[in-house]
């Protein structure tokens, strides 16, 4: 499969944020709760953001310029995990390219650049169980290990 990966710039917040808005869909049609409430243009916006500030990194990959993946993450740092931490917010494969290896693909570019950048480990949370039960089953079998607990948040609106 020639999936040709890189990391992306400002110009690419359009194709971005589609994938991320993909990827929110999907996650609230399967669960059928709506867990998220973004809009395209509000998305793209905040991409644009975030890449500019040099806050937020982002690795595309695209089959014949066509984009089918996406792993958005940010650098932290965590006492517990050692120090300086990766920290995957969105990761997406199109429908189409999963069980494909794209998926190996992608977390091997996220790897590497986290190890390019000394960090101690790469932590995520995954999309609500059981729905995701083969997200799950995929992260681990790459590496990945459950350390416990569930994803919480507190919105400030």
Known sequence: ?????????????DVISSLVIELTNEICE?????????????????CHELISDNRY???LGFLKEQPVAVATFTET????????????????????QRSLGVGVMLLDEVKKHGKASSWACIELCTPPLPEFE????????N???????????????
């Open 77 to 96: 740092f965590a006492l517990y995990a050692g120090g300086k931490i990766g920290l995957i917010q969105e990761f997406y494969v199109s429908p189409n």
């Open 1 to 13: 499969m020639d999936i040709k990966f890189r990391k992306a710039t400002v110009e690419d917040a």
């Open 57 to 59: 990194t982002v690795i």
């Open 134 to 141: 083969r997200t799950l089953d995929f992260y681990q079998s």
């Open 30 to 46: 399967l669960t059928k709760q709506q867990h998220f409430d973004i809009s395209l243009n509000e998305t793209i916006t905040r």
């Open 143 to 157: 590496g990945l290990k459950p350390v416990g607990g569930r994803k919480m948040r507190l919105s400030f609106e």
